[in-house]
């Protein structure tokens, strides 16, 4: 029997899930899971539910909307393995874990493309027969090179791009495109650190710990909403170049961790914060 | 306004979620936090819902009734601080950090006692103007002194009964007065080690990692079903009285986090294994 | 027979642990444990050695001063407790923690005293027999209080001054009279919170992970040489305040950890970082 | 200028550290690390040290097995790229993290086979350009098999033999071939679980952690003496599946984080323990 995924994303109101549920009960579909959150600041109400059963989508919306406060965002799908386009430069540690997972049938989405800015990771990409498409910067304006980018990703319909160590700096026009659906990685500090060579800094910090957080991205790049961070131990035996590698490491593991997140849509955001569900 | 929780453990059914919320519904209350899980295999439901409002408890635990399956466990509680005892024998390091953590007014609980089956942690308990009961298992048969202890317990009627290193072993017989209300915390290793001492058993294998169990205590003593673990790490410098103060480290974590999750009554037991919502 | 602390501190040259060993070898010393580090980038070397046997201390001194560079740092202590005095204000969570270890022999010091600026914490401290001088700093200025707590801390010589969620801002002058003798735990995140209230922010801010630092403190408060991080994961579901319970576990376990270190003088102080042996 | 490792595994005497270091000075070298550690009970010495000069081998190693009592084990190598081999079955997460690092430049090693006893890997091995043998075990007897595999890894004389995920047990004669030198990774559970599917029975047990463990491969298949460990926390929610997909995750990372160490020759072994410097 096929399953859905239905969320709700909308303000608190009494007999909610009442409702909710007394729709999926009167069309005669099952609640493979559910989990609702609310916000107890906002009263904002957050619901994931797994149906299974025979829906007519539009239909199902129709009524869903009837019965639930007029702002409400409510998606409805049918729960398949999504589209994922990647976009990186020159470092294969997080791309490379991908392309491993893929066709170790660990990960739980069809990458359609792989876009490059510059021609390093062609090689990488092609030995696992997955299109990669160098787009240069160079000699180009930053808007112009965008625009490239995001027509070649349209051509792929992608449910969710993947920023695996893109090294370029994104502007508000590209986020526009694809709300809610640009995952990226970057290394993090306690404490921060911004500016050129972050592991340097840090080196020099003699930090004892080294993170990565994975986010969605916003107008600012390095400041969406938060959906997964780890971190690792290091000591003051490792030169910077040492906690690069550590980082990177932990790079990987959290991208992977926030995008197995995305694939099972468990995510919603809120304000500049994630609700997880 | 008074807040409940709502605790319901039955065999999963179509319109489960919709009955339940009818009812609150058609009673006027609020659902404030509400999760539930099926477990895949044994097709079991399991639901926790904090509720605000006034309620008629016995009127709506009959409602409740009418509209789940027969065999459904429901409770319904106000929300309160709840009443627990503890039992130790000499080690003070969790019992220690329960004592702080509730002068701190960091522990959700009321200790209305310590039962020892020694003096040795007399003095720190009334530091902390909470009653200490000695009861000596010196010259007496293991069910002799167990019927004084449970005797004890049964004086205040505690919610929870948590064992911070209580080092005799339980008879059956004390799991059947107590049942799903004893906390047990214990070591634990990769690979474990049986037998006395295990510390040193776990420093002459050299393990790099030490970890800590807290559980329910059912008739099989260390074997209950899991609330929480954690480790810490552990290399080659240490002695195995090292392993040991590392050990207690994360003891004292671990099982604050597990009564932390009783006392918001978020534990399910399932067979051998627990379900936290 | 006795053990000793041997530390030293100086720039890298050939034949340096080959000059110190012979020293020792010449003086009938057993090495007990030995670690050495170079730092690779300034060439510094850091020496930590315990050694055994009757030692004649300002002769081994002399003697080793003639074979080490004129510029280094030499310290010979014989291994014993050290006397730690503790500063706080009101929060009890990383006292407290420090009280059960010391009655439970956990901690390897003896806590002289604790000092605090209000009288919260006296009712705990006295509780275990230490004694507890409160130095109000209501109608003082700055500078004024601080003489006053140095003259405190003064009478009781300590080897180390914990700083136990101490919340005054220590002037350049207090430093400069206990210098690396002063330890502080303090909050940290990912990314990090500036000025009020940061377990708000970093709620606001949707953080999944909470960690904290102990430092060496240095004229800079929360910027000394870091000892240990540690951290904690949060999710959604915490309120600032379940932010805040969560941050004060990890701050203990971070705070205990560094203490443990400085007491085995494990660590050294280079730059703005520490190298620990 | 070249680089040298030099490990030293000897019984502690008075006066070790001083000869060693007398030697190296004598020889005009430089200690670039050096770590030492006497193991208190069996008052085993070990030394690692990293020198750089010029060096005759035969001449130096002469010298420091006449300072060293008898029945030392002195090694030393210039401090080179290792050559490694692979043994692997069907599963591509351990393998392909090793060639993901490889072709980044991670992998401080040269991969020179990669031999499997089923064709499953060979596609993804020689994408890499790294040749691939399979040594199919059908129809065969255990010894005639594991001779082949034997004769195949020694055309390579590698460094070390790596295990990443070869399901076939070794017999007694296998390890002689290569003592010290062939290492494993294997899931490891609080409490531990033995048998067919350990994921299953750790899912039935309810744990909420998994961990995996890098070992020595000695005659006993999964109790060679222990060079890392981590672990993951799971949930209810998982399935077995989903346990066993948590349990792949934290196995990369934890061979990755061994062979890193065996890489540097940072591990002794110890009766049936490591002591990493």
Redesign the interface.
Known sequence: MKEYILLIDTSDA?????NV??V??ANNL???????????DSKKFFMRTIISGEIHKDLLLKELREILPKESQITLHERLKKDIVILATK???VL??L???Y??G?LNANIKAVIGNHEYLRD?VE??NIPFYCISAEDMERETHEELVIKQIKEFNPDLIVLAKYMRILTPGFVKHFPKKVLNIHH?????FIGANPYKQAH??????I?A?AHYVTDDLDEG???????VRV???Y?WQDMR?AG??VEK?VL?NALELLLEEKVFV???????L
């Open positions: 009494k007999g909610l899930v009442y549920s007394k999926l009960f099952n609640i493979e899971q559910n989990s609702e959150y609310v916000e107890p470092e294969s540690h490379g874990d392309l491993i997972r066709i170790d660990e990488l030995k696992f993090s500090f306690l404490p921060a020099h910090r003699g930090v004892k710990i993170g957080t909403p938060i959906i997964f961070q780890d971190i000591d003051h035996n030169t590698r990177r490491n593991v992977s809120h304000g500049n914060k994630t609700v997880i």
